[in-house]
């Protein structure tokens, strides 16, 4: 199979993170080639029904010889298989980025965007219980009549997701992005990440880029309707930005006044203590200092 242009830098993850923010950072960069469509989910096996040379062509028709060229799937990290794909197919010295997110607040952010989506009806605490029993036990995290997979606590155990790429990629292959940080000191973040990648760390950015919005709303009838028909239209492979799925979000929600929505002392708990061992060995692996994480301020606003 004869591919002219294939992605030698990805980023991983870790969903709910920042990846759309630093993915739209990156497509600014001369020397970063970024595909037409935000999340390829080339390596996940989707495309792979089709004809995979036609669809990187389509991708990145625009190429014109740039050293860097993105491909931005966080699904990639939790997805069995995507690491050995990776390697077999774009090469060994394919260059893994992972912005990884305080789990706890990772884990709510995304229960709470399930939530409004209809796609959840338990309590937060409810929810992680039944997920990490789940795990325990070997069963599926998530009922067989929901559409969505209940993955809110098993995306944020980073450490066993990265062994898997661990068994194909060499540990410099990786740059690890710590979230609160870039989203502290994006600048330097980014510098670093930059020089990761070999191509000029002192471009100038422009930081005031579209992000994933939080949405801070409680659902209504229209809410659930409209979610399964959004779900249904990207399954027939009609194709749907991650802006417009905000509008129809917002379309099906409807703002919530008055107090942040923040996540309970109970469950916080919980989730330190189910994370514990697994951030410690996070990073002791790729050396990194997470005492960021110590500090919690898990909540939603609509500020």
Not at 8 to 25: D, Q
Not at 141 to 157: E, Q, S
């Amino acid at each position: 199979m004869e591919v002219a242009v294939k992605p030698n830098c990805i980023i991983i993850g870790a969903a709910k993170s920042g990846t759309t923010y630093l993915f739209n950072l990156l497509s600014q960069h001369p020397d970063i080639c970024v595909p037409l469509k935000k999340e390829l989910t080339f390596f996940t096996g989707n495309c792979f029904f089709n004809d995979p040379a036609a669809f990187l062509a389509r991708q990145y028709a625009h190429y014109s010889g740039e050293k860097i060229i993105l491909d931005n799937t966080p699904e990639y990290l939790l997805k069995s298989g995507c690491a050995r794909s990776i390697r077999d197919f774009s090469g060994p010295d394919t260059k893994l980025v992972c912005i990884l997110r305080n789990p706890v607040d990772r884990a709510f952010s995304h229960y709470h965007m399930l939530r409004i989506g209809a796609l959840e009806d338990k309590p937060f605490l409810e929810a992680i219980t039944d997920e990490t029993e789940s795990i325990n036990k070997g069963r599926p995290t998530y009922r067989f009549f929901k559409r969505v997979p209940r993955d809110y606590v098993r995306r944020g155990l980073y450490i066993e997701s990265l062994e898997e790429f661990l068994k194909y990629f060499d540990k410099s292959n990786f740059h690890i992005i710590i979230f609160e940080e870039f989203i502290k000191s994006p600048f330097a973040a980014l510098k670093r990440l930059l020089e990761f990648l070999g191509i000029d760390a002192d471009y100038s950015f422009d930081f005031d880029v579209p992000r994933n919005e939080q949405i801070v709303a409680r659902t209504t009838p229209l809410t659930k309707p409209i979610n399964m028909a959004a779900h249904l239209f990207r399954k027939l492979g009609v194709n749907i930005s991650n802006e417009s799925l905000v509008r129809i979000r917002k379309l099906a929600a409807r703002p919530s006044r008055g107090a942040r929505i923040v996540i309970d002392d109970e469950s916080k708990a919980y989730l330190r203590e189910y994370y514990n061992q697994s951030i410690r060995r996070l990073a002791e692996e790729f050396s990194l200092d997470l005492s960021i994480w110590e500090n919690l301020n898990t909540s939603i606003s609509d500020k």
